[in-house]
T-cell receptor, first 107, second 112 residues
Framework: GQSLEQPSEVTAVEGAIVQINCTYQ??????LSWYQQHDGGAPTFLSY????GLEETGRFSSFLSRSDSYGYLLLQELQMKDSASYFC????????FGQGTELSVKP | DTEVTQTPKHLVMGMTNKKSLKCEQH?????MYWYKQKAKKPPELMFV???????INESVPSRFSPECPNSSLLNLHLHALQPEDSALYLC???????????FGPGTRLTVT
């Protein structure tokens, strides 16, 4: 079977750094993606890790360890607009989404 | 143009109605997807089209019928739906299956 685990909720304050972890068990793994979804909006692609290591895109970074079946999304200098749901997704023959982490950024 | 458009934005239909959801992309993507999403849940894959051919049907009930008239368009035909089918229906596209997906804004469907 295929499964992904991520925390259901995370709360942080503006300006802080937050890390959202994702562990997975899948067959046919090709990489780990992260998507952001604001309330009432559509998911938008944030980052992709096909190989081990860190990928940085502005305030967001994503990390993958294939040997540990583990990845994380790191959000720095948090802003109120970062309040959203964040999904990790495993790329195989199709995308399998985790259950999502609801991030609340407080002033 | 990096946009996926979907119409209508909202749809209310009775259980005996027939309606269609439409999706369009002009990014030259050859893979298109339909997802269903309930509140506070991840998108749930329904169908995948690759090069205009249905490649994945995730055991979706036959009251949902997808159609890909050409490489830019994707339809989802709805018939005899149930109240539990009320959800946000998302269309997405990618260069190839498995690549980064671009999602449309979705159609909020309510079945009464």
């Amino acid at each position: 079977g295929q499964s992904l685990e991520q925390p259901s909720e995370v709360t942080a304050v503006e300006g802080a750094i937050v890390q959202i972890n994702c562990t997975y068990q899948t067959s046919g793994f090709y990489g780990l993606s992260w998507y952001q979804q604001h309330d009432g909006g559509a998911p938008t692609f944030l980052s992709y890790n096909g190989l081990d290591g860190l990928e940085e895109t502005g305030r967001f970074s994503s990390f993958l360890s294939r040997s540990d079946s583990y990845g994380y999304l790191l959000l720095q200098e948090l802003q109120m607009k970062d309040s959203a749901s964040y999904f990790c997704a495993v790329k195989g023959g199709k995308l399998i989404f985790g259950q999502g982490t609801e991030l609340s950024v407080k002033p | 143009d990096t946009e996926v458009t979907q119409t209508p934005k909202h749809l209310v239909m009775g259980m005996t109605n027939k309606k269609s959801l439409k999706c369009e992309q002009h990014m030259g993507h050859r893979a298109m997807y339909w997802y269903k999403q309930k509140a506070k849940k991840p998108p749930e894959l329904m169908f995948v089209y690759s090069y205009e051919k249905l490649s994945i049907n995730e055991s979706v009930p036959s009251r949902f019928s997808p159609e890909c008239p050409n490489s830019s368009l994707l339809n989802l035909h709805l018939h005899a739906l149930q109240p539990e089918d009320s959800a946000l229906y998302l269309c997405a596209s990618s260069s190839r299956t498995g690549d980064e997906q671009y999602f449309g804004p979705g159609t909020r469907l309510t079945v009464t």
